[in-house]
């Protein structure tokens, strides 16, 4: 045990968010905390840290045990370059590192033994405390969120707050806390920062060193990080096993069998009821949720979409002419962020556009919208589009902030149509996880979470044919993103989305491009595809750097380590069989996983040691990278 909470009471006024909730945490752990947004998840963060007191219990940790926190918007930057402002957190090893300048200033030329033998130990505590990878940690850190080797010098105050709260989870990772916790860390990340970090994470708490707690909206982050569930709701923190898909499957089922109950009571079918209290064998027989059981779940849903008829809607309202970008380019100074881009982009089409910040993502859908011309190229915009754009801003709503919301649908005779149906605003509200008491709040009282909904059913009351979506999934929780989704789903016109959230990205587009050093790219495979696509990129640059300084020197037969040819064919031999080795390990990796969604979710023992096995894999492989990185190493010297 790292961590526990015992009987937990906290109440605001007459409400009670949380009562009598216990739960432990052990070592290797990946706790998610999720649920609707209001439902206490940061504030059960708060109480862990110290931030804020319970009513009742208390917070074990163990001892030695350290607690890093990072909070959704807090931020403490000193006004230095950000490489000294992420090294400034490590106050132990740099507090150790002026002791040991200390000592070694006063050694003179003449030290004692008693001197000598007083640096040394503050040198091997220095190195034991990992002093003198330090610097190569930090620079690893910042690297992976997303800066560069021109940023490190460059003052904290030149960032905006996204990317200072970048620097602000630097700080926190360089320092490698026991118990990590993480509220809404992948908000300001893009889809690269957020996959290494998924990596670091995993990577970090694979060793057996202490235990992650992670507030998240992000269903791939959960799926890809977490080993356990915390669902906090109506007072309760309610404990699933698995990622995030493994939740949901399990969620089903507790709902499924809720029903089940609740229709047998209603219906009172005794003999039903009479059969299963009778005998030990019958009362010891627990209801299992197998891979059959969620297909059959799924089997009874339709399809997400009917796309043939969204395209025939969409075709209706628009005409066959949309948007067509050709040949397009666009530079900021010498910065070309647009090169000899095409991008046809046809009625009913639903595409995603990934890029890093800054690769020109919001100039080339300025110039789809004609908000912008490019400078060499056309654009050609059908005469029957009708753009729509939901900004990652609220500032559309700005000039409601005083009206109720039931005054604001007052103004839209509208109807929309939902698989053929049709509803009225009052009702596509509703769907949004409003409620009558929300009708009669003024907007401006509003959370973040439900401006952002209220500002998506305006923008499909004012019956676009073309909307483009940036970051539609801001502020809202996993349950009000899928009822977004849902609506999504039934939308007849051409829809551009640009997210950092993989899931939402691949559930309401059926294709997936990248703007990468300036080019528009298809990537059929989505994010996974454009990952590789940039690490691609990435080596490809490297390789020229490396062409580049090897030009005018001599080719040498004996490596700089001073291996011989065919000591450096060993090693690369044994290079290749840790890669298979790897590539097999990883192979079973996966299988346990999906193996993971086959275990009886009530059946704890099995699902323990399923995630033992995982474990195990995960460590295995962890041991294997260490050891390519130990012959990489010896062949370069």
Avoid at 183 to 206: M, Q
Avoid at 267 to 275: G, K, T, V, Y
Avoid at 351 to 375: C, E, F, H, M, W
């Amino acid at each position: 045990m790292i961590l526990q909470l015992e009987h937990i009471t906290i109440s605001f006024g007459s409400r009670v968010l949380f009562s009598d909730v216990t739960f432990r945490l052990e070592e290797h752990d990946r706790l998610a905390l999720v649920g609707p947004n209001g439902a206490g998840k940061t504030t059960m963060l708060n109480i862990i840290t110290g931030k804020e007191d319970a009513d009742d219990g208390r917070i074990i940790l163990a001892k030695g045990a350290k607690l890093g926190y990072l909070e959704q918007e807090a931020i403490e930057m000193g006004e230095r370059p950000i490489f000294e402002e992420v090294l400034s957190a490590q106050h132990e090893i740099l507090n150790q590192e002026r002791h040991m300048r200390e000592l070694e200033t006063s050694l003179g030329e003449n030290p004692t033994e008693q001197q000598l033998a007083s640096y040394g130990r503050a040198r091997d505590q220095y190195e034991a405390m990992g002093g003198y990878q330090l610097e190569s940690r930090v620079r690893s850190v910042l690297f992976g969120l997303g800066f560069g080797e021109d940023d490190m010098e460059r003052m904290t105050s030149d960032f905006s707050g996204g990317w200072q709260m970048r620097i602000a989870l630097a700080k926190l990772l360089t320092r490698n806390p026991e118990v990590l916790l993480l509220d809404e860390p992948t908000n300001h990340l893009d889809v690269v920062a957020i996959n290494w970090l998924a990596k670091h994470l995993k990577k970090r708490f694979s060793r057996g060193a202490g235990a992650l707690v992670v507030v998240t909206h992000d269903r791939w982050f959960l799926d890809e990080v977490c080993l356990r569930m915390w669902e906090v709701h109506d007072g309760i923190a309610e404990p699933f096993e698995g990622g995030y898909s493994a939740y949901i499957l399990q969620r089903v089922e507790r709902q499924r069998q809720a029903e089940v109950a609740e229709q047998k009571r209603q219906n009172l079918i005794r003999r039903e009821l009479a059969f299963l209290s009778r005998g030990a064998r019958a009362r010891s027989s627990k209801p299992r949720f197998h891979v059959e059981t969620a297909r059959a779940l799924i089997a009874e849903e339709p399809p997400l979409r009917n796309t043939t008829e969204l395209k025939r809607a969409a075709i209706s309202r628009l005409g066959k002419k949309c948007v067509d970008v050709i040949d397009a380019s666009f530079s900021y100074g010498q910065n070309k962020v647009l090169d000899d881009v095409t991008w046809m982009i046809g009625p009913g089409d639903r595409y995603g556009l990934l890029g890093a910040n800054g690769a020109g993502k919001s100039t080339l859908l300025d110039i789809v919208q004609g908000k912008l011309r490019p400078q060499t190229g056309r654009v050609k915009i059908g005469k029957t589009v009708k753009f729509a754009f939901l900004s990652q801003k609220l500032e559309e709503l700005e000039k409601l902030k005083g009206d109720r919301v039931r005054e604001v649908l007052s103004r839209y005779n509208a109807r929309y149509m939902i698989d053929g149906k049709e509803v009225s605003p009052a009702q596509l509200l509703e769907q949004l996880g409003f409620t009558n008491a929300h009708l009669n709040m003024p907007v401006e009282t509003l959370s973040g979470g439900q401006k952002r909904r209220l500002q998506l059913m305006l923008i499909l009351l004012d019956s676009p044919n073309v909307l483009i979506l940036d970051e539609p999934s801001n502020d809202l929780d996993t349950d009000m993103t899928v009822a977004m989704e849902n609506l999504l789903d039934t939308w007849p016109g051409t829809l551009i989305v640009v997210s950092h959230d993989r899931y939402l990205m691949e559930r309401v587009t059926d294709d997936q491009f990248a703007l990468i050093d300036g080019k528009l790219m298809h990537c059929p495979r989505g994010v996974d595809e454009y990952l590789e696509l940039l690490e691609e990129d990435r080596r490809a640059q490297s390789n020229k750097t490396t062409s580049a300084s090897k030009q005018g020197s001599a080719v040498q037969p004996q490596a700089k380590s001073g291996l011989s040819v065919a000591e450096v064919r060993e090693l690369k031999k044994q290079a290749r069989s840790i890669e298979n080795k790897m590539k097999t390990q990883e192979k079973k990796l996966a299988q346990a996983k999906e193996d993971l969604l086959k275990v009886d979710p009530y059946d704890y023992q099995a699902l323990g040691e399923a995630q033992a096995g995982i474990h195990e894999l995960e460590q295995r492989i962890e041991a294997l990278e260490e050891e390519w990185l130990l012959v990489a190493e010896q062949m370069e010297g």
